[in-house]
């Protein structure tokens, strides 16, 4: 009998995949385009509506939080949202610093752009 964890891992397991393939590309566009088409063959297979911006608010349980929630951008202020993350991850100055330093300001961008939620999440 497959468990919660069983999918999860499925999950991660197939989004990791496509982190791979995605990684040879050669571009990213610090754009909405450029993320909802990232977004889309990381998820496809998995959501049914991978790549699509979400037009409803959203709460949900968390794992990572021990079910708890995050407080999301409401739909109204989404784009808003997504364009000034990109564009604050753009306009970082990385050059001149350390590996960690870039990982630090990476997660933090992540993070940023996961509270934001942008995007439908709807298992298929």
């Known amino acids: 009998m497959r468990t919660p964890d069983d999918d999860r891992m499925e999950e991660a397991d ?3 995949a496509n982190i791979a393939r995605i990684l040879n590309e050669k571009s990213f566009a610090f754009s909405i385009t450029g993320f909802t088409s990232i977004h889309r063959p990381l ?6 509506f991978a ?3 979400r037009d409803f ?3 949900k349980s968390e794992w990572v939080l021990r ?5 999301y951008v409401n739909s109204e202020d989404l784009h808003r949202s997504i364009e000034y993350d990109l564009k604050q991850g753009k306009r970082y100055p990385y050059k001149g ?6 990982v630090e300001h990476i997660a933090k961008f992540v993070s940023g752009i996961w509270q934001i939620h942008p995007f439908y999440f ?3």
């Open 51 to 53: 790549g699509k911006i």
């Open 43 to 48: 998820f496809e297979g998995l959501f049914k």
């Open 97 to 102: 610093l350390s590996m960690e330093g870039i």
């Open 14 to 16: 197939k989004v990791s």
């Open 122 to 124: 709807f298992v298929i």
């Open 67 to 71: 079910g708890d929630t995050v407080l």
């Open 57 to 59: 608010d959203i709460t």
